[in-house]
């Protein structure tokens, strides 16, 4: 419906549906122009449709009408297009109306629903916190940096170390899944790190990967039916007595910048896991550290983020060009950066 007035009630324009809409008000006319020129009619009309009219700006006010046919709900959005005159365009939401007792409380039942599983997740978030290490374990590594910003509150990738005496264990491991299901994963490998480095003392990185793997396949059996879940992993052992840094990996790559030079040492081509058909033989590789070294672990969450003009994933590249751009600021500005 369309109509166009001045901003003391006098109508130029009206369209057929408005007609149409007016005569279900029970309105008898000849001429709806000449009958907004009546004096009786005019601030009746005007009043129903535009009690509220604009100053300067756009606004949608809605109505309610009873007409021969029952009550009808119109919603009017009127806007100032001269300093004298107005243009309101209505368009009927009786039907909206009809049905909004019930949408408001399927809202109450969906928010009440949604503060129930968000207040859940935060509860599981506390839980799985408490499962990461202290990032105080770090100390013997002078400057680092940790960048952990959960997707779905809880995460599917998780970070781990480990310190012994003579070794200090780091690793990013990146379970499938995100939010729950993720967060569930993340807990069965925290224990299996813990179960076969901590406990079993293992000191080999690809020994201890394929002990992960053998592991988390057994653990991951039901009913005689393995469940397809892994994660990929980049885990380093740096021994504190000969700074000797050994790394093996599943589909996670270890950044080695030495002397300003970048080593990109790749992983293997497979994740920990039941996935049927490969074959995985995980490999150390091995580094001698000088002080002025420094090296990075990270999953695919940091280069699948998407952002820029075009809204595209950052991308290993990217990221890799980054850390050379970086590389000579302190790591706890790099990770500001």
Same mark, same amino acid.
């Given at each position: 419906?369309?109509?166009?007035?001045?901003? %003391?009630?006098?109508?130029?324009e009206?369209?057929?549906?408005? @007609?149409?809409y007016l005569?279900?008000?029970?309105?008898?006319?000849?001429?709806?122009?000449?009958? $907004? !020129?009546?004096?009786?009619?005019?601030?009746?009309?005007?009043?129903?449709?535009?009690?509220?009219?604009?100053?300067?700006?756009?606004?949608?006010?809605t109505?309610?009408? =009873?007409? !021969?046919?029952?009550?009808?709900?119109?919603?009017?959005?009127?806007?100032?297009?001269?300093?004298?005159?107005?243009?309101?365009?209505?368009?009927d939401?009786?039907?909206?109306?009809?049905? @909004?007792?019930?949408?408001?409380?399927q809202?109450?039942?969906?928010k009440?629903?949604?503060?129930?599983?968000l207040?859940?997740?935060?509860?599981?978030? &506390?839980?799985?916190?408490? #499962? #990461?290490?202290?990032?105080?374990?770090?100390?013997t590594?002078?400057?680092?940096?940790?960048?952990? =910003?959960p !997707?779905?509150?809880?995460? &599917? %990738?998780?970070?781990?170390?480990? =310190?012994?005496?003579?070794?200090?264990?780091v690793?990013?491991?990146?379970? $499938?899944?995100?939010?729950v299901p993720?967060?569930?994963?993340t807990?069965?490998?925290?224990?299996?790190?813990? @179960?076969?480095?901590?406990?079993?003392?293992? $000191?080999?990185p690809?020994?201890?990967?394929?002990?992960?793997d053998?592991?988390?396949?057994?653990?991951?059996?039901?009913?005689?039916?393995?469940?397809? %879940?892994?994660?990929d992993?980049?885990?380093?052992? #740096?021994?504190?007595?000969?700074?000797?840094?050994?790394?093996? &990996?599943?589909?996670?790559?270890?950044?080695? *910048?030495?002397?300003?030079?970048m080593?990109?040492?790749? &992983?293997g081509?497979?994740?920990?896991g039941?996935y049927p058909y490969?074959?995985?033989?995980f490999?150390?590789h091995s580094i001698?550290?000088?002080?002025?070294?420094?090296?990075?672990l990270?999953? %695919?969450?940091?280069?699948?983020?998407?952002?820029?003009?075009?809204?595209?994933?950052?991308?290993?590249?990217?990221?890799?060009?980054?850390i050379?751009?970086?590389? @000579?600021?302190? *790591?706890?500005?790099? !990770?500001?950066?």
């Amino acid at each position: 419906m369309y109509i166009e007035l001045s901003n %003391d009630g006098v109508i130029f324009e009206v369209n057929k549906e408005l @007609e149409c809409y007016l005569e279900g008000l029970n309105l008898n006319y000849s001429n709806f122009i000449e009958l $907004t !020129k009546n004096k009786k009619y005019c601030p009746i009309i005007c009043q129903r449709f535009f009690n509220k009219l604009l100053k300067d700006k756009v606004e949608t006010v809605t109505y309610k009408y =009873q007409t !021969k046919n029952g009550t009808l709900w119109i919603e009017w959005i009127v806007c100032k297009i001269t300093e004298h005159k107005l243009v309101a365009i209505g368009k009927d939401v009786t039907c909206v109306k009809k049905f @909004e007792p019930l949408i408001k409380a399927q809202n109450k039942i969906l928010k009440l629903q949604n503060k129930n599983m968000l207040d859940s997740l935060k509860y599981a978030q &506390g839980i799985q916190n408490s #499962l #990461l290490p202290n990032r105080s374990s770090l100390k013997t590594i002078s400057d680092n940096f940790i960048i952990f =910003q959960p !997707k779905d509150i809880v995460s &599917g %990738d998780f970070y781990w170390f480990h =310190q012994s005496k003579d070794f200090l264990f780091v690793a990013s491991i990146d379970c $499938t899944g995100h939010g729950v299901p993720g967060a569930l994963m993340t807990v069965l490998a925290n224990t299996l790190l813990n @179960e076969i480095i901590i406990h079993q003392n293992n $000191t080999n990185p690809a020994d201890i990967l394929k002990v992960l793997d053998d592991q988390l396949c057994e653990a991951l059996k039901s009913n005689n039916r393995m469940i397809k %879940d892994g994660l990929d992993i980049g885990l380093c052992m #740096l021994n504190l007595v000969t700074k000797e840094l050994n790394f093996s &990996g599943a589909f996670q790559n270890l950044i080695v *910048l030495k002397n300003g030079v970048m080593k990109r040492i790749k &992983g293997g081509r497979f994740p920990i896991g039941h996935y049927p058909y490969l074959i995985k033989r995980f490999i150390n590789h091995s580094i001698q550290l000088e002080s002025s070294n420094r090296f990075y672990l990270f999953s %695919d969450g940091y280069q699948y983020q998407f952002g820029g003009a075009n809204d595209k994933k950052i991308g290993t590249k990217k990221i890799l060009s980054l850390i050379q751009y970086i590389q @000579e600021i302190p *790591l706890q500005q790099q !990770k500001k950066f």
